[in-house]
C-alpha cells in the first residue's frame, strides 16, 4: 500500500508568481484534504476535495484553488504569491464521504515553499 | 479558533510514561477529541480519537474526563521516536474530515 507522496518537496518562487503543489492519495482514498503549516504553528486547513468536487473551505482567499483528478490524487493552485505564502503545504487523504462521520486522515510529509 | 488549550511543551525521561493535558471546556455534546502528532519533517499522523469513554489503542491511551472539559493523552513508555508535536483537536461530528490545529504541546524524550 502506498502512502500520501506530495511533489515537489522544495519550491522557491518569488513574490507575484503562480505555484502547483500536487499530492497523490494513499490507495483507495477518495478525498483529499490541504492543509498550510506555518513555522512553528499548527497546520491550517484550506480546502477538501471529494470525488473531484470542492467540499469545505477554510478562511484562504480565491487566489488559493485546486483540483481533484479521477484518479483522486490532488493539485493546490496559488496565485499572486505574497511573502506569508511560505509555508508548509500539506496534503491528506482519507476514504469517507464529506459530512459523514469521521475517517482517519493520513498525511503527506508536505511540499516547503518559499516565497522571496 | 482551536479552541483547545495545551502546554507549549513538555518533557520525559525514556521508558517513563507521559500524559499530555488538553483543555476544551467549551466542547459540545457531539464534538470528538481527536489526537495527531507531528515528527520532525513529517505531516501529521493519527493517534488516538475518542467521545465519552476511555479509548486505548496500540499506540496510546486517550482518558476523557467525565464532564469532558479536558482529556489527557497517555504514552505508556515514552522512546525517543515519540519526541513529536502532539496537537489535541476538537472536531463537531458535522465537520467531516475538516481538522483545527492549534499550536500543540511539544515533547522533548531525555534518554
Known amino acids: 500500500e502506498t502512502g500520501v507522496t506530495q511533489s515537489p518537496t522544495h519550491l522557491i518562487k518569488t513574490r507575484g508568481q503562480q505555484v502547483t503543489l500536487r499530492c497523490s492519495s494513499q490507495s483507495g482514498h477518495n478525498t483529499v484534504s490541504w492543509y498550510q503549516q506555518a513555522l512553528g504553528q499548527g497546520p491550517q486547513f484550506i480546502f477538501q476535495?471529494?470525488?473531484?468536487?470542492?467540499?469545505g473551505r477554510g478562511n484562504f482567499p480565491p487566489r488559493f484553488s485546486g483540483l481533484q483528478f479521477p484518479n483522486y490524487s490532488s493539485e493546490l493552485n496559488v496565485n499572486a504569491l505574497e511573502l506569508d505564502d511560505s509555508a508548509l503545504y500539506l496534503c491528506a487523504s482519507s476514504l469517507g464521504r464529506s459530512g459523514s462521520s469521521y475517517n482517519e486522515q493520513f498525511f503527506g510529509p508536505g511540499t516547503r515553499l518559499t516565497v522571496l | 479558533d482551536a479552541k483547545t488549550t495545551q502546554p507549549n511543551s513538555m518533557e520525559s525521561n525514556e521508558e517513563e510514561p507521559v500524559h499530555l493535558p488538553c483543555n476544551h471546556s467549551?466542547?459540545?455534546?457531539?464534538?470528538?477529541i481527536h489526537w495527531y502528532r507531528q515528527l520532525p519533517s513529517q505531516g501529521p499522523e493519527y493517534v488516538i480519537h475518542g467521545l465519552t469513554s476511555n479509548v486505548n489503542n496500540r499506540m496510546a491511551s486517550l482518558a476523557i474526563a467525565e464532564d469532558r472539559k479536558s482529556s489527557t493523552l497517555i504514552l505508556h513508555r515514552a522512546t525517543l521516536r515519540d519526541a513529536a508535536v502532539y496537537y489535541c483537536?476538537?472536531?463537531?461530528?458535522?465537520?467531516?474530515?475538516?481538522?483545527?490545529f492549534g499550536g500543540g504541546t511539544r515533547l522533548m524524550v531525555k534518554p
Open positions: 476535495y471529494y470525488r473531484e468536487e470542492e467540499n
Open positions: 483537536i476538537r472536531r463537531p461530528n458535522n465537520a467531516g474530515n475538516m481538522l483545527t
Open positions: 467549551t466542547i459540545s455534546g457531539t464534538d470528538y
